[in-house]
């Protein structure tokens, strides 16, 4: 989970959820200018095709990715088990209980 790939495409899609919210709040006023509305998707068209074709975008956002991943990692905590972890029981089923198991037998009779 902290793969500079995933952060890498967690701010990418950070990025674009943004810009498309402010959008779709503007649409789902009550008082809405058509006009504005209109103008607002167009750029945010625009801003959509910049993110895509935008060199100095994926340069910063994967700089951005590897800092963090960087970050995320020196803060992770040591995989060392604490002794006072006690071991994880499975959990009891019906059938493995003997007092309830019971013995399926079928009567044919020809």
């Given at each position: 989970?902290?793969?500079?790939d995933f952060v890498i495409t967690l701010?990418?899609?950070?990025?674009?959820?943004?810009?498309?919210?402010?959008?779709?709040?503007?649409?789902?006023?009550?008082?809405?200018?058509?006009?504005?509305?209109?103008?607002?998707?167009?750029?945010?068209?625009?801003?959509?095709?910049?993110?895509?074709?935008?060199?100095?975008?994926?340069?910063?956002?994967?700089?951005?990715a590897f800092a963090a991943t960087v970050?995320?990692?020196?803060?992770?905590?040591?995989?060392?088990?604490?002794?006072?972890?006690?071991?994880?029981k499975r959990p009891r089923r019906f059938?493995?209980?003997?007092?309830?198991?019971?013995?399926?037998?079928?009567?044919?009779?020809?």
């Amino acid at each position: 989970m902290t793969s500079p790939d995933f952060v890498i495409t967690l701010t990418f899609f950070r990025d674009v959820l943004l810009a498309v919210n402010r959008v779709s709040v503007y649409l789902q006023t009550k008082e809405i200018d058509m006009i504005q509305a209109m103008g607002m998707m167009q750029l945010l068209k625009e801003e959509l095709t910049n993110i895509r074709n935008s060199s100095e975008y994926w340069d910063t956002s994967v700089a951005k990715a590897f800092a963090a991943t960087v970050d995320v990692n020196l803060q992770e905590a040591p995989e060392d088990k604490d002794e006072n972890t006690r071991k994880r029981k499975r959990p009891r089923r019906f059938e493995d209980r003997p007092e309830t198991d019971t013995v399926m037998s079928f009567l044919y009779i020809p």
